[in-house]
């Protein structure tokens, strides 16, 4: 039975809910990833004249951006092509491209290129009738998947839904492994009132993975909008559902999800009535529980259901999540290790998530044995060294936790593992070896070389070496233009009083990034420290000051510029009410000088009473 992991799951529903043209769904175990961009230009009239314009001896796959270098106006158009398109007997590397054109006509148990070619040059034309026909007829050809998912996605784009429902579940029967297809026809089988083929497929989901996260299944396959959702509510409580397991989870996700958990914990039961080891339906009702009962009825309703299924992993793991959400960290490490539940702590998954407990509980001998057992894993090595370097540095092991975090390679913990690294060297004045690591960032990392120069020029700022991390920072920008995370970072090292060399580069960040709320903060902080536009300044931050993140500081920058006014009585309204429940320093001195300026000396001398004593703020003498 195959296993929907999460990965999974989420990339299905994505693209149920929106184009089913998701290439997250090829970067799983279940389908291959073949999803190019082919860019055709306005001036050619049709594929025959793609490849005449292609030269001799290109590799399969530079047929697919010839005209990128040309900087002519293309129309650029995402095709996902099956992977036979390119095996050796159509393709190679030494084959003309024209002939090559013909050999893919002589292959018909395979879909044709020139044939969908054809199909996206008539549908960028407009005439998606013969693009439809075209593409749904090679869908039906051998390991046409792709060429499905483009079909689906034209037919949904400019059919009804139900021909784009009868296209999708007869494509699906005749393929009957494609996992998306199952939730496209689920989806659009909703969408088009059929519920019971619906409910059908929904259960064939199920079959795939009976420990699939049912909740975020049904959120995907259900109607994007509320009033669709409210109306399929609605047609399902008229239905009448008997003991369909499949109608009656989707009802149940339903009533959660539009806050009447009373109502669909009784569809869940009935459904469980039917199912009543089936994990999916436990772990819903686990959900359910939780908008109406205490932490510690959930807990126990888990327990009682993992006797259902003891040797159900997706269960305990629920079972261990959701006790850490309720802050239970000692009762789960002893789940972790108890006797019965061995078989689960041999699971990598479990593995790691048992030495996060441990590093949490401080038990860094048993976590450490766990992630060095993880280091031979290539699915868990990085995380394994990225958290026996916190491990390490919790325990101010220093040196051993610098060695770790240099062996994290994953791209999407490299970075912060580089980061740690490079702020314990620092710590230790090893600027030298700092600078080392960043370099190798980015000889490592193309995508990662504008946070590597940024870190460089930190590293030399902190070694009082400022002139020349803005000099790299210039030669950065040299070799990415406009890259505003650079512009930025020479913001934050030009000296305080150089505010005119500030201005002139945050001109041009709003320019780039007019929505980026720190530019923005950064821009009006400089205009307010020149004491100039007025204005604009009190535009820009008005809109800002009850932001969660950022109004506080939006309220301090217009603060500044009321003292510049002499305007006391607003930095008083801006300030005070929240410095009373949260204290800080910059707002207590800006309060500070307002009473002052008042001559309220009373609350001058309270504020600072809070900024020496609850702040550890050494003041300067009172005026």
């Given amino acids: 039975m195959r296993k929907l992991f999460p990965a999974v799951i989420s990339s299905a529903c994505c693209a149920v809910r929106g184009c089913p043209l998701n290439p997250r769904f090829f970067a799983s175990k279940y389908v291959k990833p073949y999803c190019l961009s082919i860019y055709l230009p306005m001036q050619l009239s049709t594929p025959h004249q793609l490849f005449v314009n292609l030269k001799p001896n290109l590799k399969p796959l530079d047929v697919f951006k010839p005209f990128i270098a040309l900087g002519k106006k293309v129309v650029a158009t995402t095709l996902t092509l099956a992977s036979l398109l390119f095996s050796p007997a159509v393709f190679s590397a030494e084959a003309n491209f024209a002939s090559a054109s013909q050999s893919v006509n002589q292959s018909l148990s395979q879909p044709s290129l020139y044939a969908i070619l054809m199909a996206e040059f008539a549908a960028d034309r407009g005439r998606i009738d013969q693009a439809l026909a075209t593409y749904k007829q090679q869908s039906f050809l051998a390991d046409a998947a792709p060429v499905f998912e ?3 996605g034209l037919s949904l784009q400019n059919e009804p839904p139900q021909l784009s429902l009868a296209f999708a579940n007869a494509w699906q029967q005749q393929n009957p492994d494609h996992v998306p297809a199952i939730f496209y026809v689920t989806h659009l089988a909703l969408k088009a009132h059929e519920y019971e083929l619906a409910g059908e497929k929904l259960n064939q989901i199920l079959q795939y993975d009976p420990d699939a996260d049912l909740s975020q299944i049904l959120i995907g396959i259900y109607p994007t909008e509320t ?3 409210a109306e399929l509510l609605a047609t399902l409580n008229r239905l009448d559902i008997k003991n369909n397991p499949s109608l009656l989870v989707m009802k149940a996700g339903l009533l959660l999800q539009f806050q009447q958990p009373k109502a669909a914990l009784v569809a869940i039961n009935r459904a469980l009535k039917t199912n009543p080891k089936s994990p999916a339906f436990l772990t819903l009702k686990a959900d359910i529980l939780q908008a109406l009962s205490p932490s510690n009825q959930v807990i126990a309703f888990i327990a009682q259901a993992r006797k259902a299924v003891p040797d159900n992993k997706a269960l305990f793991v629920y079972q261990i999540r959701y006790m850490l959400k ?8 002893q789940q972790l290790n108890a006797r019965a539940n061995q078989q689960f702590l041999a699971d990598e998954e479990i593995k790691l998530l048992a030495a996060l407990v441990g590093i949490d509980l401080k038990k860094y001998a048993a976590a450490d044995r766990l992630l060095k057992a993880l280091i031979a894993s290539p699915n868990f090595k990085d995380q394994a060294n990225y958290y026996l370097a916190v491990s390490a540095e919790r325990q101010n092991l220093l040196n051993d936790a610098i060695g770790y975090y240099g062996k994290v390679m994953q791209p999407d913990l490299v970075l912060k593992a580089r980061q740690q690294q490079i702020d314990l060297l620092i710590s230790q004045s090893r600027f030298d070896e700092a600078i080392a690591s960043s370099i190798k960032l980015r000889e490592q990392f193309d995508s990662f070389a504008p946070q590597s120069y940024i870190m460089q020029a930190n590293i030399l700022q902190k070694n009082n070496q400022t002139a ?3 000099a790299l920072l210039n030669s950065a920008q040299t070799s990415l233009p406009n890259n505003t995370d650079i512009l930025f970072a020479k913001v934050l090292l030009l000296p305080d009083d150089d505010d005119a060399s500030k201005l002139q580069l945050l001109k041009e960040l709003i320019r780039l990034a007019p929505t980026n709320v720190d530019y923005q903060l ?7 420290n ?24 939006a309220r301090q920058i217009l603060s500044q510029q009321a003292l510049h006014q002499a305007n006391n009585a607003t930095v008083i309204s801006l300030l005070s009410d929240n410095f009373d429940i949260v204290p800080d320093v910059i707002s207590g001195l800006l309060l500070q000088q307002a009473y002052l300026n008042l001559g309220n000396q009373k609350e001058a001398a309270r504020i600072n009473q809070i900024l020496v004593h609850e702040l550890g703020y050494q003041p300067k003498n009172l005026q």
């Fill in 150 to 152: 483009r079909a689906l």
């Fill in 227 to 229: 009033r669709d959702q």
């Fill in 326 to 333: 309720q802050g239970k960290s000692a009762q789960v490490w």
């Fill in 468 to 470: 020349q991390a803005l």
């Fill in 522 to 528: 950064e821009y009006a902080q400089t205009l307010v």
């Fill in 530 to 553: 020149l004491k100039q536009n007025n204005e604009e300044v009190t535009a820009l931050l008005t809109a800002l000051i009850n932001d969660k993140e950022v109004g506080l500081r």
